[in-house]
Structures are given as structure tokens and as C-alpha cells.
């Protein structure tokens, strides 16, 4: 069983910062895409930031730049650091874990909420 669980989210102004961490129990962790995404209020859910079992990257065009997305295999942990927020980013963001490219499920983390002031 695949467990995902997100930490540090919060409010912060404009132009500040936040680090955002995925830590996932069970196994296919290391095998495994893991992505963040997020959701705004009336908005589909949409993809932030994806991270390959190799450490390949991909990035929403609206975050390029000012976000990093990256992964510790050794701690089962994904992590977003966020910088230059805005005011759009505002969302509640999900963690992924894909490993569909084995014939496997992915699985969905519960969310955290990030709110940037103006």
C-alpha cells in the first residue's frame, strides 16, 4: 500500500518563498515518476512540476524559473521549492506517484493548501 504525504504548505506574501515535501511509504518510490500538481478554486487540477525515475524534469511554463522540483530516493521524499511567488499560485497542491509505466496504479497525496497574499 502507497501512502503520500504532503508537508509544508501555508500563507506567505508575494515574492516569498516555500519548500513543499511529498514522503511516500510503501514501495515503487524509486521506480516511480512523481509530479506535483495543484488546484485552484474553480480550476482543473494541472500539473506543476514532474520529476523522472532518472531526474528528468518538466515544468508548467507558468513556474519555470521560480520553481524546482526535485527527489531524494533514499528518504522516499519529493520535494517543490517555490520562490518569487504570486498571487496565482495560490492553489492546493498534490503529490503524484506514477509508476504506470510498470502496469501499476499511480496514487494521489491528500494536498496542501499554499496561499499568496498581494
Known amino acids: 500500500q502507497v501512502r503520500l504525504v504532503e508537508s509544508g504548505g501555508g500563507l506567505v506574501q508575494a515574492g516569498g518563498s516555500l519548500r513543499l515535501s511529498c514522503a511516500a511509504s510503501g514501495s515503487f518510490f524509486s521506480i516511480s515518476a512523481m509530479g506535483w500538481y495543484r488546484q485552484a478554486p474553480g480550476k482543473q487540477r494541472e500539473l506543476v512540476a514532474r520529476?523522472?525515475?532518472?531526474?528528468?524534469?518538466n515544468y508548467a511554463d507558468s513556474v519555470k524559473g521560480r520553481f524546482t522540483i526535485s527527489r531524494d530516493n533514499a528518504k522516499n521524499t519529493v520535494y517543490l521549492q517555490m520562490n518569487s511567488l504570486k498571487p496565482e499560485d495560490t492553489a492546493v497542491y498534490y503529490c503524484?506517484?506514477?509508476?504506470?509505466?510498470?502496469?501499476?496504479?499511480?496514487?494521489w497525496g491528500q494536498g496542501t493548501q499554499v496561499t499568496v497574499s498581494s
Open positions: 503524484n506517484l506514477d509508476p504506470r509505466g510498470y502496469g501499476l496504479r499511480d496514487y
Open positions: 520529476i523522472t525515475s532518472g531526474s528528468s524534469t
